[in-house]
């Protein structure tokens, strides 16, 4: 269906005034919005029988475009174009296209469309509404709005340099401030400087920072002022207009710039008793919660506008964690501890942190079992097995070793050779001495048939010392195989290096146990050995047998201790109740644990240090 648009006409002196007051206006425009309409009226003047135009514009982010200028009538509806632009932007080209929306035919009137592309951003679009006439006139409108774009194209980026001139400022600003507030590794002198330094940029006449302190902001610091009194009337005033910022949570701008600004009572009345014209407040903010308030006054200045505002807001989120990080490291031992049991109250009490509270309730639980449940205390200590008895085989006499059969380790019968001592010089001893006592008892006779009682007595005392020494050499000959004197184990002694070497009479070559009796020996440290008695029970679990612990019972507790391993140490005999006598053997070392008392698991764990801290504490007690 064909669409019916009005038309317009002008005159030509009218067009030529109004090209004259628009090159005023496009020269030195007000606003925008001035310039936008300057534009098109210039626009629409090199446009051959132009009847109405159409700007569009997107200005900074906006989502949808909008009516930037209207001509040759502001007031006019020129909804009839929209299709048209809809196009151009669509299409992203110059299109022309005839009063029905199809296509132009020539003689008839047409609307000219225009994309406006800034770095292949759609900007915007123009459309004229054209009258009739030749195709070349309608090539011509598409050519004078492709270079009039050009004007539109310059003044968007001179706007987007501008913001990004202005974005550059803020940040060096925000820089700044940051910078000032970290020079100080204090609260009040990085608030004070920052003070200082934003009454200065932004030309205030007052700038306040406060902290809440128990639900209320107080004053900490004012620009300019070393100190003040908290009890004055402009403290009470600032910290009232500091309050209603907090508490809204938002900036508070006095007096309010538009409809959707907050209308704060206190600040008003705090501008009212202060006399002055200005007043912003700003929240200080940290991981989402405020912290305290930013308060700036002007006496006799201009209100703040939206792009201070814009600064201060950033000026808040970013002051805040690094003012909050400094309050942190500046309280006190106690402050910090009741912060932090003031926040384990809220996360355990509150209606948030369901993993914490199941933790802590377990936590709990677990406390509870380790404190009020009763187990066997037990002692526990290195643990030796030893024979119940042990035989020591010693050399008899000084001489050499022959032969060595056993060592250590090995199993034995009784009366089973286990080494053998070089017999040949006792063998020439005892024929030596047998020879010598036959002769004195020749020399005996033959003073015997002479009746000489002296020499008879002389030689009667010879023949003795003969014969006892024969008899010394065949007990050593005797002597000369070591055998074993029971059933048992060797424990200890290998000669199997020392054959031919000499050895001395009453050194220890071997040590036998029997196989049939043990004992338990533990050595148990001398914190503990106050808590071990005769009769008490335990369990031994050796290294070579760790699954199967064999119950003992103490039998004996020396007063004797010893070092072993840096430590004092007690001996402690046990004899073994119930064991398997035939997988044991003298030597096997193991773990053993002597119950003296019942006590709670906590009790149990913690007892070495407690004993070690009252021991401490009696050292350091004058």
């Given amino acids: 269906m064909a669409s019916t648009a009005p038309i317009f006409s002008i005159s030509d002196e009218q067009r030529s005034r109004a090209e004259t ?6 020269t030195a425009p007000a606003d925008g919005g001035e310039f936008y309409a300057a534009w098109l009226v210039l626009l629409a003047a090199r446009v051959e ?12 982010e906006q989502p949808s475009f909008a009516v930037a200028a209207v001509w040759p009538d502001a007031q006019r509806d020129l909804q009839y ?25 020539a003689g008839q009137a047409a609307q000219v469309g225009y994309p406006i592309e800034v770095s292949g951003r759609l900007c915007g679009a123009i459309v004229f509404e054209i009258g009739a006439g030749s195709a070349a006139d309608l090539q011509l409108a598409l050519r004078e709005m492709h270079w009039a774009t050009a004007w539109l194209v310059d003044h968007f980026r001179q706007r987007l340099q501008q913001r990004d001139r202005a974005e550059a400022e803020r940040m060096a600003m925000l820089n700044a401030l940051l910078a000032a507030a970290l020079q100080h590794r204090r609260l009040q002198p990085s608030a004070l400087a920052v003070a200082n330094e934003l ?26 002022a070393s100190g003040f009194d908290t009890r004055s009337d402009l403290v009470r005033h600032l910290g009232e207009a500091m309050d209603e910022a907090f508490d809204f949570g938002v900036p508070v701008v006095h007096p309010a710039s538009g409809d959707g600004e907050l209308r704060a009572l206190a600040h008003a009345e705090t501008a009212s008793a202060l006399k002055v014209d200005a007043m912003m407040s700003v929240p200080l903010v940290d991981a989402g919660q405020a912290i305290g308030v930013l308060t700036l006054e002007r006496n006799a200045g201009p209100a703040f506008g939206a792009d201070e505002q814009r600064v201060l807001r950033a ?15 500046s309280r006190s031992a106690w402050q ?29 639980a677990a406390l509870l079992v380790i404190t009020l449940v009763q187990i066997d205390h037990r002692v526990a200590a290195k643990t030796a097995i030893e024979g119940a008895t042990q035989i020591a085989t010693v050399a008899p006499f000084d001489g050499f070793v022959a032969q060595s059969l056993v060592r250590a380790g090995d199993s034995v019968r009784q009366g089973q050779l286990l080494a053998r001592l070089d017999d040949r010089e006792l063998r020439l001893d005892r024929a030596r001495w047998g020879s010598e ?53 060797v424990v200890s002694g290998d000669l199997s290096q020392l054959v031919g070497a000499p050895v001395e009479q009453g050194k220890l070559l071997f040590e036998i146990a029997p196989l049939e009796g043990y004992r338990v ?11 071990l008695a005769l009769g008490q029970r335990g369990e031994l679990v050796l290294s070579s047998l760790p699954g199967r612990p064999m119950p003992f019972t103490v039998r004996s507790i020396t007063s004797v201790s010893a070092q072993q391993d840096g430590r004092n140490v007690f001996r402690v005999e046990a004899q073994l109740d119930d064991a398997d006598l035939a997988r044991l053997r003298p030597g096997m070392e193991g773990v053993g644990k002597v119950v003296v008392g019942k006590a709670s698991l906590l009790w149990v764990w913690t007892q070495g240090f407690v004993d070690w801290l009252r021991l401490a504490l009696w050292s350091w007690m004058p």
Avoid at 338 to 360: E, Q
């Fill in 199 to 224: 009454a200065a940029r932004l030309s205030c006449d007052r700038v306040s920072i406060g902290f809440e302190q128990a639900g209320q902001v107080v004053p900490l610091v004012i620009s300019h």
């Fill in 21 to 26: 007051a628009a090159w005023g206006r496009f």
């Fill in 49 to 60: 029988r132009a009847r109405a135009a159409l700007l569009l514009l997107r200005e900074d």
């Fill in 81 to 105: 174009l929209g299709p048209t632009a809809e196009r151009a932007l669509t299409e992203r080209r110059g299109i022309v296209v005839g009063p029905d929306g199809g296509a132009s035919v």
């Fill in 521 to 531: 020996v533990l050595k148990v440290d001398d914190r503990d050995i106050g808590r």
């Fill in 315 to 329: 000026v808040g989120l970013v002051l805040g964690p690094a003012w909050a990080l400094q309050r942190v490291n």
């Fill in 336 to 364: 910090r501890g009741s912060d932090a049991l003031r926040a384990g109250r809220v996360a355990m009490f509150g209606p948030r942190h369901p993993g914490l509270k199941l933790m802590t309730s377990l936590a709990v």
């Fill in 437 to 489: 006592r036959d002769q004195l008892q020749q020399r005996y006779q033959v003073a015997m048939a002479g009746a000489d009682r002296g020499a008879m007595g002389v030689y009667a005392a010879q023949v003795n010392q003969a014969e006892a020494q024969l008899a010394l050499a065949s007990d050593k000959l005797a002597r000369v195989q070591l055998t074993a004197p029971f059933d048992g184990v």
